[in-house]
């Protein structure tokens, strides 16, 4: 499994961004897939996820109404749509993918539920 993001980068504060995640290697049907975020200096926290197969959404509350997870299956590509951006959404960001919930049928926050990572692409908000 290969996951690479795009898309990061400097933007001020209420402009927005568009994260890319490139899957491959398998297919992810079945499978979670979500963002999460690790600012400097703290842990890495859940942002936004969804059944690649039933294209259901979950989000953290600081994003809700702000940001907006899509996939495209035909690609295998996962997007973050960032709005209305904020000095403390400034983290690098990472995409995850989670065999688990073929099972369990559960969207899992919890970064150690994820063995697959991509690299990380860093979004800077200033003010």
């Known amino acids: 499994v290969q996951l690479v993001e795009s898309g990061g980068g400097l933007v001020q504060t209420g402009g927005s961004l568009r994260l890319s995640c490139a899957a491959s290697?398998?297919?992810?049907?079945?499978?979670?897939m979500a963002w999460f975020r690790q600012p400097p200096g703290k842990e890495r926290e859940f942002v936004a996820g969804?059944?690649?197969?039933?294209?259901?959404?979950w989000y953290a509350d600081s994003v809700k109404n702000r940001f907006t997870i899509s996939r495209d299956r035909a690609d295998n590509t996962m997007s973050l749509q960032m709005n209305s951006l904020k000095s403390e959404d400034t983290a690098v960001y990472y995409c995850?993918?989670?065999?688990?919930?073929?099972?369990?049928?559960?969207?899992?926050?919890?970064?150690?539920?994820?063995?697959?990572w991509g690299q990380g692409t860093q979004v800077t908000v200033s003010s």
């Open positions: 995850g993918a989670d065999p688990s919930m073929v099972y369990t049928d559960y969207l899992s926050r919890r970064p150690s539920t994820y063995p697959y």
């Open positions: 290697g398998r297919s992810f049907n079945g499978y979670g």
């Open positions: 969804l059944g690649w197969t039933s294209g259901r959404t």
